[in-house]
């Protein structure tokens, strides 16, 4: 069938996932992610905001720090070691330009992935729904990133840090209404998904009454069936892969 999806290539050691807030990973990738960590891949988070602005009862000043500890927590569910945080950009009004593309180039330049992995960056979902201006915002940053990290003469200063130009070889995006490949998922690591959301405890039940456990497998069985009609009746995580 034309649109049937492709088993994501498995040729690369190392990603690099760049996200605008805590849970966007997991809500789009983190079963695969499970998957990856569980071969022995290294998957490494960067993230551009604490997501401070996320949840309407809690301020910023305290929902900043709980969140950033729920998505350490919710990292190590998937076998995440290294999570990081950026400086300087406020969650709900993250402005694309130099800054976030000069400060992606330098995580990609000191973590030197095979694989950059980001949330969706067209204007909608594939439900037509609209999609957030941070999700936009940071999803064209991260692939830009992959020629920004890849050329001395972009950000020059990088290399005044010590970090030498490269370039990965490609990009995931998760959550994309135009999704190419996916990537097949057993009933383990659907499972450590399920806790690595659950993970976003504050959050969740900010968005549902639901016990976050059951929210939280509702969502992921949701993504991972919906991949199956297009995936050879396999149940997985669709990517629309670049590069």
Not at 16 to 22: C, G, T, W
Not at 83 to 90: K, N, R, T
Not at 133 to 162: C, K, S, T, Y
């Amino acid at each position: 069938m034309a649109d049937a999806l492709l088993d994501m290539p498995d040729d690369w050691s190392r990603a690099l996932a760049i996200v605008a807030h805590p849970d966007d990973i997991e809500f789009g990738a983190g079963p695969a992610i499970a998957r990856w960590t569980a071969q022995g891949r290294e998957v490494v988070y960067l993230l551009v905001t604490r997501g401070e602005a996320g949840i309407s009862d809690l301020a910023p000043e305290q929902c900043g720090p709980a969140r950033e500890a729920e998505q350490r927590k919710a990292a190590a569910e998937l076998g995440v070691r290294d999570v990081d945080f950026l400086e300087g950009h406020a969650d709900g009004s993250i402005v694309y330009g130099p800054d976030l593309r000069r400060d992606l180039a330098r995580a990609v330049r000191r973590w030197r992935p095979d694989l950059i992995l980001t949330f969706n960056h067209h204007d909608t979902w594939a439900s037509g729904a609209w999609n957030t201006p941070d999700h936009r915002a940071v999803g064209r940053a991260a692939l830009d990133a992959v020629a920004d990290a890849a050329n001395p003469w972009i950000f020059p200063r990088l290399a005044e840090e010590g970090l030498e130009p490269w370039r990965a070889r490609r990009v995931a995006v998760a959550g994309s209404p135009r999704a190419t490949h996916a990537v097949a998922v057993d009933a383990d690591a659907a499972e450590r998904a399920v806790r690595s959301l659950a993970a976003h405890r504050r959050y969740l039940l900010a968005l549902s009454e639901d016990p976050p456990e059951d929210r939280a497998r509702f969502i992921l069985d949701h993504l991972l069936a919906a991949t199956a009609p297009r995936f050879g009746d396999r149940k997985g995580v669709a990517f629309e892969l670049v590069g």
